[in-house]
């Protein structure tokens, strides 16, 4: 079983910096891409930004500039930094990774339960 767990989520005022951080665990034999998404209310879950294994980033452009993602490859870990955040910015955050179960030999899209980030005007 693999599993992603979210953490960092939180209120912030405009213009304010947050972190957020995914840690996947279990049955882990490989990870290739990781990423973050997210859906605002009324809206569909959108990419945010992803990362590859050898540490190609991608961003939404709505993001560019102000969101910075990584990971450790050796922890299993990805992370958003978020500045100079914006009311639009509200959403459930999603940490998502295509990663390859060691227990069933195969790949899986895996996601995380979901962190709350609220930006206020």
């Known amino acids: 079983q693999v599993q992603l767990v979210e953490s960092g989520g939180g209120l912030v005022q405009a213009g304010g910096s947050l972190r957020l951080s995914c840690a996947a665990s279990?049955?882990?034999?490989?990870?290739?891409?990781m990423g973050w998404y997210r859906q605002g209310p009324g809206k569909q879950r959108e990419l945010v930004a992803s990362?590859?294994?050898?540490?190609?980033?991608n961003y939404a452009d709505a993001v560019k500039g102000r969101f910075t993602i990584s990971r450790d490859n050796a922890k299993n870990t990805v992370a958003l930094q978020m500045n100079s955040l914006k009311p639009e910015d509200t959403a459930v955050y999603y940490c998502?990774?295509?990663?390859?179960?060691?227990?069933?030999?195969?790949?899986?899209?895996?996601w995380g339960q979901g962190t709350q980030v609220t930006v206020s005007s």
């Open positions: 990362i590859t294994s050898i540490g190609t980033t």
């Open positions: 279990g049955s882990i034999f490989s990870i290739n891409t």
């Open positions: 998502n990774g295509l990663i390859k179960d060691r227990s069933r030999n195969l790949w899986g899209d895996y």
